[in-house]
């Protein structure tokens, strides 16, 4: 039901933008969410947005990342800028209403997107 694009492989300090769109249902008052995941690490919370705009991100993408949603799309953007080397991973989109706003918790979202791979290149 959730679908992630727009990966691939880019140079330190250049840009991706991911998409995720929603299919099944409605996500418009679905707090939406993208995760990461990098070899060896647990995944973690990356940037999410609830239905009126309330985002909220991680310290290490602060400034360079931006979240943002198309209700009539049903579709989350990640606009990801200055890539480093460590935003290598697999990134993943989620969505949930367990809370108003996002959670940087997996527990917080029941819908899980398949990963897109991101890989930059030092």
């Known amino acids: 039901q959730l679908q992630a694009s727009g990966g691939g492989l880019v140079q330190a300090g250049g840009s991706l933008r991911l998409s995720c769109v929603a299919s099944?249902?409605?996500?418009?008052?679905?707090?939406m969410a993208w995760f990461r995941q990098a070899p060896g690490k647990e995944r973690e919370f990356v940037a999410g947005i609830n239905w009126i705009g309330v985002n909220g991100y991680t310290d290490s993408v602060k400034g360079r990342f931006t979240i943002s949603r198309d209700n009539a799309k049903n579709t989350v953007y990640l606009q990801m800028n200055s890539l480093k080397y460590e935003d290598t991973a697999v990134y993943s989109c989620?969505?949930?209403?367990?809370?108003?706003?996002?959670?940087?918790?997996?527990?917080?979202?029941?819908?899980w997107g398949q990963g897109t791979q991101v890989t930059v290149s030092s």
């Open positions: 099944g249902r409605t996500f418009s008052n679905y707090v």
């Open positions: 989620a969505a949930g209403r367990r809370y108003s706003v996002p959670s940087v918790y997996e527990s917080g979202y029941d819908y």
